[in-house]
């Protein structure tokens, strides 16, 4: 026995020698690739267990990453503050390429056969195949590597340099230097700066995983697609006409996991199987051709501001629902699944709203997971006039409102833009879509003009779905792993919008969102953030979902 285990244990080694000699002479390090290194190595992998008889190592892929992550947390830091220093807003074309070309040269570090793909005026995608001889299910990972842009003045730091804090900044902590090889990690430390938590956390998880797979020779149990999106904080406008024109690539795709979003509030890890859609619209209401003198005037002159405020507060009523005909008739029910995960999520309204200094929500008794079931309708800011020390004594000619509209499943844009419109003139607005002339405004007392066009659908995945209950045991477990057991929040909807629809209605594939970041990252605003110990739980995360059973279908 032993010396069989010896003799296996030469070929093991002579074989690995000769894949990673075979390896160095087809790939130099900074050309294209030129050959599917992935593959290749899985393959051999896959010649030495048939050929030895026995595993190449004992642990799981998820024991692997927690061993590998545990050895290498001083560089895993040091490799997530790099990537983070790239800036990385979409409409800033050298940057935004340049942030693209370091992640397909990392993807290629570690065994991912990867390029850009290029459109004319777009960030290019990050796509990347590792297949896996054999496997019968292939999982497509969307991440997002643009960012929310940035105003450096209203950071603590230069929101592209990187500063480890002890702790949130709130809670007292204090910047550090990032720690040296060997040195202990604490969980509760926070990295600061902009896509910590959105979205380049999940970019730093995987890389560290799938090179620890790729020592171990650890063999993901699917084909994986990668699809890196390079202007999601835009909108991802050229996001369609990219799957279009390479669908070929992604036609075998089984499910889809958008590696993105926070935690539940409660600081629980969760996984999401949909997302609101939204759109937004201006009013503009309007009084005479030029402000007028309020003493003057006053008592006289139509006030924008209270027409505008009268037309808003006859949208929406002091509970919260909105009064415009038909805003909830479209709404597609929730499945049996759906509401027994509802009613399975943590109680946190009480929570949150000591957390956010709230007596009272919109809606109430119903809470927050229910609240997003629903589409949404909201004033995101008013103007008409000054206010302060600039305030002035004049009527303003013009008032002004921006309405945010989040959709669920059911809602179309375009309908739910004509409800707004309709409403409006049943309050006894002419509606218009340009400011009007002098002929308009002497026919109409009441004018309002709407602009605002396009939006973006809600998606959602049924939990019924036979590829969701592999990925529902893989999160599971992670989650007891690194939280303890019970910890995962299963949530039929998130209040965020991703771009799903182009995966499940065009591409008609399912989608399930794993998010990692940490609920209070202040993702989108100054000084976001990542706590480490959300970093630990993506990687643990993304070991289970690559090495989750295969179950055919």
């Known amino acids: 026995m032993l010396g069989e285990a010896r003799s296996k244990g030469a070929i093991a080694t002579a074989i690995a020698t000769c894949t990673h000699s075979c390896l160095r002479h087809l790939n130099q390090p900074g050309e294209p690739m030129t050959h599917p290194v992935s593959s290749f190595e899985f393959i051999v992998s896959g010649v030495l267990l048939a050929f030895v008889g026995v595993p190449l190592t004992a642990q799981t892929g998820p024991e692997v990453a927690r061993a590998f992550r545990e050895a290498n947390e001083a560089s895993i830091l040091r490799d997530f503050s790099e990537l983070l220093a790239y800036p990385n807003r979409a409409r800033d074309t050298e940057d935004i390429r340049r942030t693209a070309a370091y992640i397909r040269d990392e993807l290629l570090a570690v065994g991912v056969d990867s390029e850009l793909l290029e459109i004319e005026g777009a960030p290019p995608i990050v796509y990347g195949e590792l297949m896996v001889p054999g496997a019968v299910r292939t999982l497509g990972i969307y991440v997002h590597y643009d960012g929310q842009a940035v105003d450096p003045t209203n950071w603590t730091h230069p929101p592209f340099t990187p500063t480890l804090y002890t702790a949130a900044m709130e809670a007292g902590g204090q910047p550090r230097p990032f720690p040296e090889e060997g040195e202990a990690v604490d969980p509760e430390w926070r990295i600061y700066a902009r896509s910590a938590g959105d979205d380049k956390a999940p970019i730093a998880a995987i890389l560290p995983v799938l090179r620890a797979f790729r020592e171990a020779g650890i063999v993901p149990t699917s084909n994986l697609i990668f699809f890196l999106d390079g202007e999601e904080e835009a909108g991802s406008p050229h996001l369609g006409e990219y799957m279009e024109r390479w669908k070929d690539r992604l036609e075998d795709i089984d499910i889809w996991l958008f590696f993105d979003g926070p935690a539940h509030p409660s600081g629980r890890p969760q996984i999401v199987f949909g997302v609101r859609g939204s759109m937004g619209m201006e009013v503009t209401v309007y009084g005479a051709t030029r402000n007028l003198h309020s003493g003057h005037y006053g008592n006289w002159a139509p006030d924008t501001g209270n027409i505008l405020a009268r037309l808003l ?135 309002a003009k709407v602009t605002g066009e396009g939006g973006s659908s809600a998606a959602r995945t049924s939990m019924a779905n036979p590829f969701a209950q592999n990925i529902m045991g893989a999160a ?76 055919v279908f």
């Open 313 to 447: 507060a006859s949208m929406k009523d002091d509970t919260g629902r909105v009064l415009i005909e038909g805003w909830y008739d479209t709404v597609e029910p929730i499945g049996e699944e759906e509401r027994a995960a509802l009613e399975g999520m943590p109680a946190w309204d009480e929570e949150l709203k000591r957390e956010l200094g709230l007596v009272r929500t919109e809606g109430e008794p119903e809470a927050l997971p229910e609240r997003l079931m629903v589409p949404a309708l909201n004033v995101r800011g008013i103007t008409s006039g000054n206010t302060g020390a600039l305030a002035r004594n004049v009527i303003p000619n013009t008032a002004v409102a921006a309405l945010g509209i989040r959709l669920v499943k059911g809602n179309e844009p375009a309908h739910m833009r004509e409800l707004v419109v309709d409403h409006i003139r049943r309050q006894g607005f002419h509606v218009v879509t340009e400011d009007p002339d002098m002929e308009t405004r002497l026919l109409y007392p009441r004018i």
């Open 476 to 551: 599971n477990a992670a989650a007891d792993r690194a939280f303890g057991p019970g910890s995962l929040v299963i949530a039929p909807g998130m209040g965020g919008t991703l771009p799903l629809r182009h995966f499940t209605e065009v591409a008609q594939k399912p989608v399930i969102i794993v998010p990692v970041a940490n609920h209070d990252n202040n993702q989108h605003a100054p000084d976001e953030n990542l706590r480490i110990a959300n970093l630990w739980y993506a990687i643990d995360l993304y070991a289970a979902l690559l090495t989750m059973p295969v179950t």
